[in-house]
């Protein structure tokens, strides 16, 4: 098992991601630059490269080290996703990203979370400071680039895309309700695993 802080090691990228995923709305560059560097700063990244205007406005990502709590570091990742829909409006999304690889070398009681037993109400042991830490990140970044909605958790990006707003589930939930940031934290730790 790498390290929770290896960025060379492939193992360390594995396993999907636990993090903050951002709907920043209609598609503006500057923007996108704006927010990406605010959100690498906020986050407190160490190692790696902040995120540029060309790697914002393109595919790629930016690696670097977080420290969702002190002395505790942990690979995570800048990266973008500009929509094009011909039905819809085009959108920028945002997204800081702990791969669970990483975060099961963080913490070994994220075993394999998702699944089995360490999808149960033991996990709140470690994901409610790591929530905590996102929903902190995700105000801060508020603050400084009002965006529409935000979402954090496990393969957060689904849920913010989905049409129901309601939070308070297994993901916290960050809307703009006219320039006022409204929060739905965490509400259950189980993800449907009997606990």
Known sequence: MPAADDLEDPETWLGGFYGLAVLLGPRDDDVLTEAGTALWRLAGFDRGAPPGRATLTGSLVSRGVVEPLPGRPVAAMV???????????????????????????????????????????PSRAWREPLEGWLVAVARALFAEVPYLRASTGWE???????DDLTGGGHHALLLNDGGRLQVSPVSRWDFGMPG
């Open 79 to 121: 990266s973008v996703l500009r929509v094009v829909e011909s039905a819809e409006p085009d959108e920028d999304w945002l997204f800081l990203d702990i791969p669970l690889g990483a975060l099961e070398a963080w913490d070994p009681a994220v075993g394999a979370f998702p699944f089995g037993p360490e999808a149960s109400w």
């Open 156 to 162: 957060a990006s689904g849920l913010v895309r989905s």
